[in-house]
């Protein structure tokens, strides 16, 4: 494989592994393990391979098919709700800071947290099964390479797993003005404000991994969510606010001198918040930190 043909390849292998874990950490791990299994091949062996891609993307498929497998055990031990990693854009930056493999994940309907967090719903066959087909539209015979089942077996679990995404309501666009007057209403500890932006059955959900304070289990409600945030603008002084893309659709950064400690993602459904992911775990904002955001 040639220097560009290794980069397109390198790109597309962290696109498909970030919406297959949840992490762009993981993602870049289940990839350089994948490229260094391929190094590890003799020369002979590497030259009966007639396609390096599918064969990355079968091993890379099986390395993140074992993450998944193994996440429930994990997950077990995490304190409090689990999130998929944020993912910032790096135009909104002032371009100081060394590329990060966050920069190379295209940003679409498939990396929404919303859409994430259905993922998280899926077993991890289902998982592989729908991103591989209906996100990266491989085919269900190199996909069966990845899962050990036949194609059959493959479409069966993409459209188990298409039926969850269905039965999740679909989300519509995240609107930028609702976020802002969110910002605003916290801002300002206007808890009445908020009651009014916020769904009355809105539930945030926050990720601290046992790192950093914050609640533990989902808040629901909107005059709870409301109370909630107004509170903690009382206990954060100097906390900045900052609208700005998260995973590509409108949302909301806190930075505290300089660094960044919280990211939050939404949920609207029509000119009201149904949903808020909170994420303040700072192994998950690494990618946040990689440059200096303007004001």
């Known amino acids: 494989m040639g220097a560009v043909e290794d980069r397109a390849e390198r790109l597309q292998l962290?696109?498909?592994?970030?919406?297959?874990?949840?992490?762009?950490?993981?993602?870049?791990?289940?990839?350089?393990?994948?490229?260094?299994?391929?190094?590890?091949?003799?020369?002979?062996?590497?030259?009966?391979?007639?396609?390096?891609?599918?064969?990355?993307?079968?091993?890379?498929?099986?390395?993140?098919?074992?993450?998944?497998?193994?996440?429930r055990a994990r997950r077990e031990r995490y304190v409090g709700a689990w999130l998929p990693e944020p993912l910032p854009d790096r135009a909104e930056w002032?371009?100081?800071?060394?590329?990060?493999p966050a920069d190379l994940i295209v940003r679409d309907e498939s990396v929404a947290m919303a859409f994430l967090v259905v993922l998280e719903s899926?077993?991890?066959a289902e998982r592989v099964a729908f991103v591989l087909h209906d996100v990266f539209r491989y085919p269900f015979a190199e996909i069966a390479e990845v899962l050990g089942r036949t194609p059959a077996?493959?479409?069966?679990?993409?459209?188990?797993?298409?039926?969850?995404?269905?039965?999740?309501?679909?989300?519509?666009?995240?609107?930028?003005d609702v976020v802002r007057r969110v910002k605003e209403a916290w801002e300002?500890?206007?808890i009445a404000a908020l009651?009014?932006?916020?769904?009355?059955?809105?539930?945030?959900?926050?990720?601290?991994?046992?790192?950093?304070?914050?609640?533990?289990?989902?808040?629901?409600?909107?005059?709870?969510i409301a109370q909630y945030m107004a509170a903690i603008a009382d206990r954060a002084p100097g906390l900045e606010l900052l609208e700005r893309s998260v995973n590509g659709l409108p949302g909301l950064v806190a930075r505290r001198d300089g660094a960044v400690v919280t990211v939050a993602a939404f949920e609207i459904d029509g000119d009201r918040v149904t949903r808020i992911w909170v994420v303040?775990?700072?192994e998950k904002l690494r990618p946040w930190s990689a440059g200096r955001q303007p004001s």
């Open 188 to 190: 300002s500890k206007d």
């Open 122 to 124: 899926m077993t991890p």
């Open 280 to 282: 303040r775990n700072p």
């Open 153 to 176: 077996a493959c479409k069966q679990l993409a459209a188990s797993a298409r039926r969850r995404v269905s039965a999740a309501r679909a989300p519509a666009p995240v609107r930028a």
């Open 14 to 71: 962290l696109n498909v592994a970030y919406r297959l874990l949840g992490s762009v950490t993981e993602a870049e791990d289940a990839v350089q393990d994948a490229y260094t299994r391929w190094y590890g091949l003799t020369d002979g062996r590497r030259a009966e391979i007639l396609s390096p891609g599918a064969w990355l993307t079968t091993v890379t498929g099986r390395i993140c098919l074992d993450l998944l497998g193994s996440a």
């Open 195 to 224: 009651v009014g932006l916020l769904d009355p059955a809105a539930v945030m959900t926050a990720d601290g991994g046992g790192m950093v304070g914050t609640v533990l289990r989902p808040v629901e409600g909107g005059p709870r």
């Open 94 to 100: 002032d371009g100081t800071g060394e590329a990060d």
